[in-house]
């Protein structure tokens, strides 16, 4: 069941939306037209699990601005 394939993948890539990504980017390239969806998704799942196919390095995430200080000056 695509269940078990979903878990058994899930093993090799714990984030659950980098596996859905992986996922559809994987079944994008690699989907012949004479075959179901279906299929290619549970090969893909199969593969995933077996470490055949993972996704690349993630970018590097840039930290935010940093704020300035707010300077708060009583009126007299």
């Known amino acids: 069941m695509r269940s078990d394939l979903v878990h058994r993948a899930s093993r090799r890539i714990e984030n659950k939306f980098l596996l859905a990504t992986t996922l559809m980017q994987a079944v994008r390239k690699l989907h012949v037209a004479s075959t179901r969806t279906e299929d290619t998704s549970n090969q893909v799942l199969v593969d995933v699990a077996e470490g055949r196919y993972a996704h690349g390095a993630l970018p ?17």
Do not use: R, Y
Request: without cysteine.
């Open 60 to 76: 590097e995430i840039e930290p935010p601005p940093t704020i300035d200080a707010l300077v708060v000056v009583p009126l007299l």
